[in-house]
C-alpha cells in the first residue's frame, strides 16, 4: 500500500503541484489551506506524511506541526519552505519537523526529501 499523505498549504498552485509529484507514488487522503485544518485532517486520516507550508493563515505550519508531534510523537512532517526562511526553518525543526523542500518544488527534491524522512 502507498503511504498516505496530507498536503497542507494556503496556496492552490502550492496544493496542485504537489499534488501531482506525489499522485504516483502515494496515496493523498487529503489537503488543508491553513493550520487548523491541518490538525483536524491528520486526526481524522492519520497520514504516514504531512507536507505542510509553514506560512499560512490563521495558524502557521509550525503551530500546526507543534500540535501534531505533541499529540503524535511518531508524525512525519515535512516543511514546505521559500527561499530565505532560514531561522523560521529552525523553529519548525524544534517543533517536530522532520525535513524539509525548497520552493519552487522540484519533483527529484520533494521525493528524496520523502525518502529521508519515511525511509
Not at 34 to 58: C, F, S, T
Not at 82 to 102: C, F, H, L, R
Amino acid at each position: 500500500m502507498p503511504p498516505k499523505v496530507l498536503i497542507v498549504d494556503d496556496s492552490d498552485f502550492m496544493r496542485n503541484l504537489l499534488r501531482e509529484i506525489l499522485e504516483e507514488n502515494f496515496e493523498i487522503v487529503d489537503e488543508a489551506e491553513n493550520g487548523v485544518e491541518a490538525v483536524e485532517l491528520y486526526r481524522e486520516h492519520e497520514p504516514d506524511l504531512v507536507m505542510m507550508d509553514i506560512v499560512m493563515p490563521i495558524r502557521d505550519g509550525i503551530e500546526a506541526t507543534s500540535e501534531i508531534t505533541g499529540s503524535d510523537p511518531d508524525a512525519n512532517v515535512i516543511m514546505c519552505t521559500s527561499v530565505g526562511q532560514e531561522e523560521k526553518m529552525k523553529n519548525a525543526v524544534k517543533a517536530g519537523a522532520d525535513g524539509y523542500i525548497t520552493k519552487p518544488f522540484q519533483k527529484p527534491n520533494v521525493l528524496e526529501a520523502i525518502d529521508d524522512v519515511v525511509a
